[in-house]
């Protein structure tokens, strides 16, 4: 069964570093998201990207991330200058589309972020 | 905006014993869709069932059920015959009807199976 793939599975980087977390989703979907989970907390929204462009972004996504898709299969998310508050789990996730709600998000494994 | 609550943080099922996961949500949207993700040890999401607004039945994939009261606006999972592998957080998760609406979680029950 395809699967969303998410690299690297753990990232460590120190305070002020720019990273980029890479996904690669599911081939024919169509709607991609970035959420982070801060450890044992709920899972929170960032962005999500439709037809080239960013469709929504919450108040976490400010001047700071960034999103492309830079070649039609992989979608990466760059942080320009971590903080230590970026420490989470960011989890890729993919939708094929919306029929017109019942389409869930397959989500990676996700890519573990140690701000130092 | 919609909100999804649940007000478990912890629960403990005998093993073979069915246990229900509450879940409660918010809008004022129609249509909507309502999700349940489980989250095991090892961090990875495994979506589970869906349900959505205008469903007529309670949607259930094998061993999980959804007990949808749209009155009541709750989403409960029930799951059957428990097994050891169930231990894991459980979150209910809900999107609205239209093109790239996200998915907003709840916080979360963490379900312990004690054999």
């Known amino acids: 069964e395809p699967e969303v793939t998410q690299t690297p599975s753990h990232q460590v980087t120190q305070m002020g570093q720019e990273v980029i977390l890479r996904c690669v989703p599911i081939?024919?979907?169509?709607?991609f998201y970035w959420y982070r989970q801060i450890l044992g907390q709920k899972v929170e929204f960032l962005v999500s990207?439709?037809?080239?462009?960013?469709?929504?972004k919450s108040e976490i996504f400010d001047d700071q991330f960034s999103v492309e898709r830079p070649d039609g299969s992989n979608f990466t998310l760059k942080i320009r200058s971590t903080k230590l508050e970026d420490s989470a789990m960011y989890f890729c996730a993919s939708m094929i589309r919306d029929r017109p709600y019942n389409s869930p998000l397959h989500f990676g494994n996700g890519t573990r972020l140690t701000v130092t | 905006a919609q909100k999804i609550t649940q007000t478990q943080p912890g629960m403990f099922v005998q093993e073979k014993e069915a246990v229900t996961l509450d879940c409660t949500y918010d809008t004022s949207d129609p249509s909507y869709g309502l999700f349940w993700y489980k989250q095991p040890s090892s961090g990875e999401m495994i979506f589970l069932i869906y349900?959505?607004?205008?469903?007529?039945q309670n949607a259930t994939e094998g061993r999980y059920s959804l007990n949808f009261q749209k009155a009541r606006k709750s989403a409960n999972l029930v799951i059957s015959a428990s097994q050891l592998g169930d231990s894991a957080m459980y979150f209910c998760a809900m999107r609205l009807t239209g093109g790239y609406q996200k998915v907003t979680f709840g916080t979360g029950t963490k379900l312990q199976v004690i054999p």
């Open positions: 990207f439709y037809n080239n462009e960013i469709s929504e």
């Open positions: 081939s024919n979907h169509l709607y």
């Open positions: 349900q959505g607004s205008y469903d007529q």
